[in-house]
Every structure is written in C-alpha cells, then in structure tokens.
C-alpha cells in the first residue's frame, strides 16, 4: 500500500500542495483529477523524489520513502513514466530498454540483484510485448510516433518491476482514436501486473470508464475521494470545475 500523510510543499509564496493525506491500497487503480496547477504533477514528483516535501511522509508498504534520493526510491518500487525515450533517438527500442536496466543496476547493488542478466532480456521481451512494441525492438526511437514514445517511456518504468506505477497524462498529445488505444494498454498492464497504478488524466471520459477509484486535487488540496458516480455527483467537484467564482478550468 502506498500512504501519503500530510504531504505538503510549497515554491516561494505558492503553496502547490498542502497536507495531502492520500491512500493507494496494494494493486489498485486510481485516477488523479484536477484543474490545471492544481498540483498533481508536484503529487507524483514528491512520491517519486523528484522533489522533496516540505513536510509529510510517503510510505511505501509501511517505509517512509522521504530523503531517499532517485535510484534508491526506484529500488524501492515507485516507478515513473519520464519523457525520456526521445533523448535518446540513436538507440533502438531495444538498447533504450536494456539501457535502462543498466543504467539502474549500475547504481544499485540491489537491483542488480533483482535483475540477474539472462532473465534481463525476457523481462524486456515481456513489457515490450504487453505495450505491442515488440515488432517495434529494432525501430530507431527517432523514428517512432508520438503514442510509441509515450509506451516506451512506461516500458522504461515497467522492465524496473515496480510495485507502484505513476503515469502523469499518458494520453497528453493524442487525438481521440490513439488515446484510447493507450489507455486500454494501461489498463491492461494493471490487470496483467497487479502494480498498484495511479494515472493523472484530464479527459473525463476516460476517467469515469477506467478507473475505479478517483481522487480529485484543488488548489493542492483534496478535494473529493470516491467512485466515478460519487465524484461525476460532488457538489464541490462540480464547482471547481465549473464554478465561475473559481476561475479554474478543466482543460
Ligand atoms: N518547479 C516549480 N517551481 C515553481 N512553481 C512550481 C514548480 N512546479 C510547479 N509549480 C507550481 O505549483 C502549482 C502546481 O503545479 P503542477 O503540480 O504542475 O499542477 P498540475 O500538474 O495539476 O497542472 C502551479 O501553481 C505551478 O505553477
Ligand atoms: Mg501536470
């Protein structure tokens, strides 16, 4: 389970997340929602230990993962989709994802541990298969689409094995057709992987269809937890969204 407590964290004067106390129980999906700046990215940043809180835990199957540095989080099972396949567009599907590996045994005696070498390249089959990349393993990541750069970068995350999979808008940048193509791969790595998946999306009809449980950020608060038809009939949700007093805008 993951467990956030009174996670908070402030740039300069703006207060960008404050006391956020959140549970993510083993194996669940959830969708984070909320207008834009309303803090999500920030959320997932300082799980993920892009940043550090100013005050607040984040417990991972009951450890605080607070003041751990980058490799050790990822050791720890937090796993993180990065726009990061396109820095790389020499290397083949293939070389990005056993790079990855590499990279990350390299530092860590630990996750060389848990990724002996021959079982490397059958993991790498494995997420290339589940995301349908596997015709795609001798592609230049130059020369792949937009939807397959964002599947290799939750590739990258997935051959890690984590335990807990953040997805920040995995279907940013999509016309309707490949957005759904997307999200139904997402969907499926979560019932074939049982990783406790947490996914920020804005299109809301993605969201109400996929995701069982919904947490919805305001202004880095909380402001509604629940089931897509308890959050589709929060008062409050309806109002932050479209709320005229507000000022805030679902985009
Ligand atoms: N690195 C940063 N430095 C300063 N302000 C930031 C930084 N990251 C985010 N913010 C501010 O924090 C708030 C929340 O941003 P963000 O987490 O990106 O929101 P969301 O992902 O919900 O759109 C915004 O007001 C944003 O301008
Ligand atoms: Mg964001």
Same mark, same amino acid.
């Given at each position: 389970? #993951?467990?956030?407590?009174?996670?908070?964290?402030?740039?300069?004067? /703006? &207060?960008?997340?404050?006391?956020?106390?959140?549970? @993510?129980? %083993?194996?669940?999906?959830?969708?984070?929602?909320?207008?834009?700046?309303?803090?999500?990215?920030?959320? @997932?940043?300082?799980?993920?230990?892009?940043?550090?809180?100013?005050?607040?835990?984040?417990?991972?199957?009951?450890?605080?993962?607070?003041?751990?540095?980058?490799?050790?989080?990822? &050791?720890?099972? /937090?796993?993180?989709?990065?726009?990061?396949?396109?820095?790389?567009?020499?290397?083949? /599907? =293939? =070389?990005?994802?056993?790079?990855?590996?590499?990279?990350?045994?390299? !530092?860590?005696?630990?996750?060389?541990?848990?990724?002996? #070498?021959?079982? %490397?390249?059958?993991?790498?089959?494995?997420?290339?298969?589940?995301?349908?990349?596997?015709?795609?393993?001798?592609?230049?990541?130059?020369?792949?689409? !937009?939807?397959?750069?964002?599947?290799? +970068?939750?590739?990258?995350?997935?051959?890690? =094995?984590?335990?807990?999979?953040?997805?920040?808008?995995?279907?940013?940048?999509?016309?309707?057709?490949?957005?759904?193509?997307?999200? +139904?791969?997402?969907?499926?790595?979560?019932?074939?992987?049982?990783?406790?998946?947490? @996914?920020?999306? !804005?299109?809301?009809?993605?969201?109400?269809?996929?995701?069982?449980?919904?947490?919805?950020?305001?202004?880095?608060?909380?402001?509604?937890?629940?089931?897509?038809?308890?959050?589709?009939?929060?008062?409050?949700?309806?109002?932050?969204?479209?709320?005229?007093?507000?000022?805030? !805008?679902?985009?």
């Amino acid at each position: 389970m #993951l467990q956030v407590n009174g996670l908070s964290k402030s740039f300069g004067g /703006v &207060a960008a997340i404050s006391d956020v106390t959140l549970a @993510f129980p %083993t194996g669940s999906l959830t969708a984070i929602i909320g207008p834009n700046g309303a803090g999500k990215s920030t959320f @997932f940043n300082l799980i993920s230990g892009g940043l550090i809180p100013d005050t607040g835990e984040v417990l991972l199957d009951g450890k605080n993962l607070v003041g751990r540095n980058r490799a050790e989080i990822i &050791a720890a099972g /937090v796993g993180r989709a990065f726009q990061i396949a396109k820095i790389f567009p020499s290397l083949t /599907v =293939e =070389e990005t994802l056993l790079g990855a590996i590499g990279a990350h045994q390299g !530092h860590s005696a630990n996750l060389w541990h848990r990724f002996p #070498l021959p079982q %490397t390249r059958d993991n790498v089959g494995r997420v290339a298969d589940m995301l349908g990349l596997t015709d795609k393993m001798q592609v230049l990541s130059a020369n792949l689409s !937009h939807g397959d750069h964002k599947l290799l +970068d939750i590739a990258l995350a997935l051959v890690l =094995e984590p335990r807990v999979l953040l997805l920040d808008e995995p279907t940013a940048g999509m016309g309707p057709d490949e957005r759904w193509r997307m999200i +139904d791969r997402v969907y499926q790595l979560w019932e074939t992987e049982k990783t406790t998946l947490v @996914f920020i999306e !804005h299109d809301m009809d993605i969201v109400f269809k996929i995701a069982p449980s919904i947490r919805v950020l305001c202004y880095g608060r909380v402001l509604a937890e629940g089931t897509p038809d308890e959050i589709r009939n929060s008062p409050q949700v309806i109002d932050a969204y479209l709320g005229t007093d507000h000022g805030a !805008h679902a985009t």
